[in-house]
């Protein structure tokens, strides 16, 4: 059996320092008032004693747990099969480390997990939320709500109207859907069709709109609703022949069903873009440059989104501190897209 050695204790940081163990505590707390060169030495003999400070014991002083839960409102199948969700986390994950945050990951595969995701922020293992991918009817932010979370949204919520006390961050999906299909009325296409995302989230709804602001009298047969996968936009894309075989434009809501509609439009004998000319939104390179064609897209950063959402918690979390209360409360931010022209348009 290998003995162990005894971790590190604040005394010992301060017996190596020469202080007090008040002034370890203030320093590894993050408090203030300790002068530039005793702080130094703190932070000198924690590097040289390999001091952990106790997480329990620190946040009974700061009232912080430094954890911060990102919720994602889907079933762990889709979480971990669509590139979307890996890069708005990687973004949450990059922007917590860098604030030596730790991320808890809550996924949702029913109702049952609503309550659950309810009870754990409620009790008060985390400093606060990022939650995305809700639907209308979804429950958790009444859930959140009551658990007296700080929470950003990524993407508009669909309740939150004009309130200012919900913070967000989204792309302008409508203006980005309005450049895809001019693209495409710009290419000489007359019968451009629209494959819908789940119109239950505002994202397919805001860029449903943005297709109608340039087709005002596009025939109601062109819009096939499907749901953000690849298997629904193959079968959004199938049904879409059946009911318009004269289509000669497609601008699906997001990357992953178009790629679904150019194998169905190749299965068909349909050349792309000859025949019809394929956008897709999102620009996630991995499916963006590996469709046959390469697809011509709206590019939204889905890292940064990811990014900017933990960054207005944790400056949200900042301002609320009590050494800390002055400063304007977070906004909501609505970053710009960009059409990518590749080989599908």
Known sequence: MTDTAPRPTLEAVAARAGVSRATVSRVVNGGDGVRDILAE???????????????????????????????????????????????????????????????????????????RVGRYLAGGHVDGALVFSLHLDDPLPELIQRAGVPTVFGGRPGWSGDRRDVVYVDSDNRGGARDAVRHLAGLGRTRIAHLTGALDQTSAADRLDGYRDVMVDADPRLIAEADFTPAGGERAMRELLERCPDVDGVFAANDLMASGALRV?????????????????????????????????????????????????????????????????????????????????
């Open 265 to 345: 439009l190749r299965e068909s004998g349909r050349r792309v873009p000859e025949d019809v000319a394929v956008i897709g939104f999102d620009d996630m390179r991995p499916v963006a440059e590996q469709t046959d064609p390469p697809l011509t897209t709206v590019r939204q950063d889905i890292e940064e989104m990811g990014r900017l959402m933990a960054r207005l918690l944790l400056r949200g979390l900042d301002r609320d501190a009590p050494k800390d209360g002055v400063g304007a409360a977070p906004s909501s931010v609505v970053l710009p897209t960009t059409l990518v022209r590749r080989r599908s348009a």
């Open 41 to 115: 030495r703190v932070r000198k003999a924690v590097d040289e004693l390999g001091y952990v400070p106790n997480q329990a014991a620190r946040s009974l002083v700061t009232r912080r747990h430094d954890a911060v839960a990102v919720v994602v409102a889907e079933p762990e199948t889709r979480v971990f099969a669509d590139p979307f969700f890996a890069l708005q986390l990687r973004g949450i994950s990059k922007e917590l480390t860098a604030h030596d945050n730790q991320l808890v990951l809550l996924l949702t595969e029913g109702r049952d997990d609503h309550a």
